[in-house]
């Protein structure tokens, strides 16, 4: 069965300070995967997704992740944490193309002046 | 360009009252899908529609039920509402060409059953 895992329900960070939500997975076949966050009373918005190719993936917002096959892991980074990305932030991933988005419990991130 | 538009934006019913959600998908989106999200959980997958029929459908009983339209909007129906049905649901639009293209996600509806 497909599974999503956030190990952290709430991850606080210093403005400035590099941040890492973490996201482990369990998918048969090759899986793609996903970061979403959640701004209070609003829809999931975007953040990057892995198909294949480089381990290292860049997407909005200067976030990163890194997919790390042998540990079925997708963390999300960034070098320099903000107070507006303060949120909630969900991974997801899906088996095969077309199918349904699992998705995590989410992490609620915290970033203070 | 207009994303993922849902409504109504907050709804509340009473156990055993029918309820009707909409959406539109964002322009040049053929593939719509429909997740709930209860309170402090990530979203669940309910089902997907694809040239009006339904693709995939998660673990949600019948009284959930959709629709698709030529023009590609959706709609959630739920039946004999429960207390437990209370949640944001949201609506998700993607073109249905690739599997690798993102899940664009509306700001969803808020449902109390009370």
């Known amino acids: 069965a497909q599974s999503v895992a956030q190990p952290e329900d709430q991850v606080n960070v210093a403005e400035g300070n590099p941040l890492t939500v973490k996201c482990t997975y369990s998918?048969?076949?090759?899986?793609?995967l996903f970061w979403y966050v959640q701004y209070p009373n609003r829809g999931l918005q975007f953040l990057l997704k892995?198909?294949?190719?480089?381990?290292l993936v860049k997407g909005s917002y200067g976030f990163e992740a890194e997919f790390n096959k042998s540990q079925t892991s997708f963390h999300l980074k960034k070098p320099s944490a903000l107070v507006s990305d303060s949120a909630l932030y969900f991974c997801?991933?899906?088996?095969?193309?077309?199918?349904?988005?699992?998705f995590g419990q989410g992490t609620e991130l915290s970033v203070k002046p | 360009d207009a994303g993922v538009t849902q409504s109504p934006t907050h709804l509340i019913k009473t156990r055993g009252q029918q309820v009707t959600l909409r959406c539109s998908p964002k322009?040049?989106?053929?593939?719509v899908s429909w997740y709930q999200q209860a309170l402090g959980q990530g979203p669940q997958f309910i089902f997907q529609?694809?040239?009006?029929?339904?693709?995939q459908r998660g673990n949600f009983p019948d009284r959930f039920s959709g629709h698709q339209f030529p023009n590609y909007s959706s709609e959630l129906n739920v039946n004999a509402l429960l207390l437990g049905d209370s949640a944001l649901y949201l609506c998700?639009?993607?073109?249905?060409?690739?599997?690798?293209?993102?899940?664009?996600f509306g700001n969803g509806t808020r449902l109390t059953v009370t």
């Open positions: 322009s040049g989106h053929d593939t």
């Open positions: 892995y198909i294949t190719g480089d381990n």
């Open positions: 998918v048969s076949g090759n899986p793609y």
């Open positions: 998700a639009s993607r073109s249905g060409g690739t599997g690798h293209s993102p899940l664009h």
């Open positions: 529609y694809y040239e009006e029929e339904e693709r």
């Open positions: 997801a991933v899906r088996s095969n193309q077309g199918g349904k988005l699992i």
